[in-house]
């Protein structure tokens, strides 16, 4: 399930809490519409990173630990999880930070984290358009390696394969919401249905994503 958090915890959700579960998905929602309407260049990271943003607090309000707005990226980064450097994850070379001129280096959490916060600012990332940032989101290619997060590291910059991370973002947010979504149906019903990648507009706000994506 989802670690520190007791099965009896997941049934008893708060009225706060139900709220932020319903906050996820209207996030996940809108990210999904703005990728099939043309629009994810604009609004699919700013949706996804704000998903995160309150997924957080809801998994720190179910294991009874502090939700309050410090700390901000340990906590971003302790929820996003994944492979350390250490034990084979993702670590970037050395890149220039365009705002202070310091060099610094990513993690793949850091990079969605420095990806957060510039679009919380309403920041341009897109590679087409070559702004002045450290890190770019290429939506087109071509990548020297299709199948990697990052596609380039050239100039002291990183290219990141932005659909790809898209999809891995998602997937983390989305594995989140049908874990939490599971447990509930299958103590209800007996139905369970966990996915990190459910199609597109099927997480939806109001609903059960067990319940409502039964075949």
Request: net charge negative; hydrophobic share 35%.
């Amino acid at each position: 399930m989802i670690d520190g958090v007791s099965k009896e915890r997941i049934l008893n959700l708060t009225d706060r809490e139900k709220r932020w579960l319903d906050n996820i998905k209207k996030a996940v929602l809108a990210c999904d519409r703005a990728f099939l309407n043309g629009e994810k260049r604009d609004r699919c990271f700013p949706e996804l990173c704000n998903a995160i943003d309150t997924a957080k607090t809801l998994e720190r309000s179910l294991r009874g630990e502090d939700t309050s707005p410090i700390k901000n990226k340990a906590r971003f980064l302790e929820f996003f999880g994944g492979v350390s450097p250490d034990d084979g994850g993702y670590r970037s070379g050395d890149v220039v930070d365009s705002r202070n001129g310091k060099n610094v280096r990513f993690t793949i959490g850091e990079l969605v984290y420095a990806i957060r916060c510039m679009c919380h600012e309403n920041e341009n990332l897109d590679a087409d358009d070559r702004p002045d940032y450290h890190i770019l989101l290429n939506w087109t290619g071509p990548f020297l390696h299709q199948h990697h997060f990052v596609s380039q590291f050239e100039n002291e910059r990183i290219e990141v394969n932005a659909e790809l991370l898209l999809d891995f973002v998602r997937g983390r947010v989305a594995g989140f919401v049908t874990k939490i979504d599971s447990y509930i149906a299958f103590a209800e019903s007996g139905c369970i249905n966990i996915s990190c990648a459910p199609p597109l507009g099927s997480i939806r706000p109001g609903e059960n994503f067990v319940y409502a994506n039964q075949e």
